[in-house]
């Protein structure tokens, strides 16, 4: 059974970093397609940076934050560092991932299989 295991929330100041992680298993990270997403309450959850199995990154324009996605294919692990952190970023963070080796780069919900349950990222003033 696939299962993630997000870590790396918690409380940041405006203009930090965090770096989030999410690790897999009975799924190898670097083998397929997998993404960030992130919702706060009342809203839609929305795509934030997905990366491919071959590398291929796409983020979506309306998250204004600077991102780096990435893996630890040895820990098989997927990585979200998100730097000069907003109050906007403040959301909980989703990691998930794709059944079948696709490279097309969608940030669309529906293509993504397996979910992880989230890690709260907060920003203070």
């Known amino acids: 059974q696939v299962q993630w295991v997000e870590s790396g929330g918690g409380s940041v100041q405006a203009g930090g970093s965090v770096r989030l992680s999410c690790a897999a298993s009975q799924y190898t990270v670097s083998g397929n397609t997998m993404a960030w997403f992130r919702q706060t309450a009342g809203k839609e959850r929305e795509g934030v940076e997905m990366?491919?199995?071959?590398?291929?990154?796409h983020y979506s324009d309306s998250v204004k934050v600077r991102l780096t996605i990435a893996e630890e294919k040895a820990q098989n692990v997927l990585f979200l560092q998100m730097d000069d952190l907003k109050s906007e970023a403040a959301a909980v963070y989703y990691c998930?991932?794709?059944?079948?080796?696709?490279?097309?780069?969608?940030?669309?919900?529906?293509?993504?299989?397996?979910w992880g349950q989230g890690t709260q990222v907060t920003v203070s003033p």
């Open positions: 990366i491919t199995f071959s590398g291929l990154t």
């Open positions: 998930a991932g794709r059944s079948v080796r696709f490279s097309e780069l969608t940030l669309s919900q529906s293509v993504y299989t397996y």
